[in-house]
């Protein structure tokens, strides 16, 4: 995964650009997705129901946002469209499967999320080892480092709870 290969030029917003779309759409549904789900959930909270629209809102949505949408304007675009479909995959298909996982206590399909997310965010870091030094790398790796601790965190007090 590097960024040698050329895309279109980040003329436009990192928010619209085509290697930062797949990320801004997918975290917005997330977010306000979560913010319904906690709405719908509200009247009867539970710890799983509670769990779920946190992590939605905040790793599939926020999180999600801030490392798509960041590597668009950190590397000016030049992410292989391939890259970032591996990417935008393995992290979507990786918080779905976590949250499945996790409100439906199945330890295999959490420990597959958990390698479909530890590969995302490793790919995020890796696309942008060679970009100048400045706020946005500093939020995306700040954000990628501290998904990848809390993903095998959240694995080992899953497994711990059960």
Do not use: C, E, K
């Amino acid at each position: 995964m590097t960024n040698a290969s050329v895309s279109t030029p980040l003329s436009r917003s990192a928010w619209t650009h085509p290697t930062a779309l797949p990320f801004a759409i997918m975290g917005t549904i997330a977010v306000v997705g979560g913010s319904l789900l906690s709405a719908a959930l509200a009247p009867n909270p539970s710890y799983h129901g509670n769990w779920a629209v946190a992590y939605i809102v905040l790793v599939a949505g926020v999180g999600q946002i801030v490392l798509g949408v960041g590597q668009a304007a950190v590397t000016a675009g030049r992410v292989r469209p391939a890259v970032v479909a591996v990417q935008a995959l393995m992290l979507n298909l990786g918080a779905v499967a976590t949250v499945i996982a996790t409100v439906d206590d199945i330890a295999a399909l959490l420990y597959l999320a958990a390698v479909m997310q530890i590969v995302a965010l490793v790919g995020f870091l890796w696309v942008t080892r060679h970009v100048a030094r400045g706020l946005t790398l500093m939020a995306l790796r700040i954000v990628a480092v501290l998904l990848l601790i809390s993903v095998p965190t959240g694995v080992v007090l899953q497994a711990l709870v059960h």
